[in-house]
């Protein structure tokens, strides 16, 4: 197991690293406790590649919240089957299908840090709990809150994050994506640089940010993957930063 200070002197050494290079250490090091993790839309498509060169036994989770754009869904098989990719869907806790069913609507459009939570936090957690390393996609240029992120990122758990393209730019994936002659999310022509539920993406306008259609109207950047909602396993300890009524999961919560 490696020490928090091996750990930060990896980091910074790895930021001279390609990213091919970051994941083959990572598999090599974690096997088989060790897992990717992919939205499956234009930009997540090199890191995939990479991973089906370097070993397509490599476990890849897929949130499947039942909010996907049907080319989301569609372009996950086409990869997954072209580039044989062992992906796994992962979806929310059956505890919470009847409050999701009554609250359908409301949840991407009323409380999205809610149905974030639900829908995509939970089930990364329960997915990671027994692994040791997870492989993200997050790039630094991407937004603020992933501007100060770090190559390795030990989790309070033990749990190591690793995110091989971090220091890489829009214009890197493009790169890649061009010499590698990679397929594009369907929705990429349509003005959907960035592509999450159907409910919470809107097309964007060439100068805009390429997370402008997420979200908007919200004050939300962040599904809560990569901010500290990810370290709180208790949903009631959040409450604040949701505006559903969830007493009546707290209360089934007390019965059992």
Not at 60 to 77: K, M, N, S, V
Not at 117 to 141: C, E, N, Y
Not at 197 to 202: H, I, L, N, Q, S
Request: glycine fraction near 4%.
């Amino acid at each position: 197991m490696l020490t928090p200070i091996e750990i930060e002197k990896l980091s910074n050494e790895f930021e001279t690293k390609t990213p091919q290079e970051i994941i083959a250490w990572a598999i090599d090091t974690f096997w088989p406790q060790v897992a990717m993790s992919s939205s499956f839309q234009t930009q997540s498509v090199p890191l995939l590649h990479m991973a089906s060169q370097i070993n397509r036994n490599l476990l890849i989770y897929f949130i499947d919240t039942g909010y996907h754009f049907w080319e989301t869904a569609i372009f996950r098989e086409q990869l997954a089957s072209e580039w044989h990719l062992n992906v796994l869907d992962l979806y929310r806790n059956s505890r919470w299908d009847e409050f999701a069913r009554n609250n359908i609507r409301k949840l991407p459009l009323e409380d999205p840090n809610l149905c974030c939570f639900i829908h995509k936090v939970q089930p990364m957690q329960t997915a990671m709990k027994d692994l040791l390393a997870w492989i993200s996609g997050i790039r630094r240029d991407q937004t603020a809150s992933r501007a100060h992120a770090k190559i390795l990122e030990l989790g309070e758990d033990g749990l190591l994050k690793i995110n091989p393209l971090l220091n890489w730019t829009k214009a890197d994936v493009k790169r890649y994506a061009e010499e590698h002659n990679l397929p594009s999310h369907p929705l990429l022509e349509k003005g959907y640089r960035s592509v999450g539920c159907a409910p919470c993406t809107v097309a964007i306008g060439l100068n805009e940010d390429d997370r402008a259609g997420r979200w908007q109207g919200h004050g939300k950047t962040e599904c809560g993957l990569h901010t500290d909602m990810f370290k709180h396993k208790d949903f009631s300890k959040l409450k604040s930063d949701f505006h559903l009524d969830t007493s009546v999961m707290e209360r089934r919560k007390v019965e059992r």
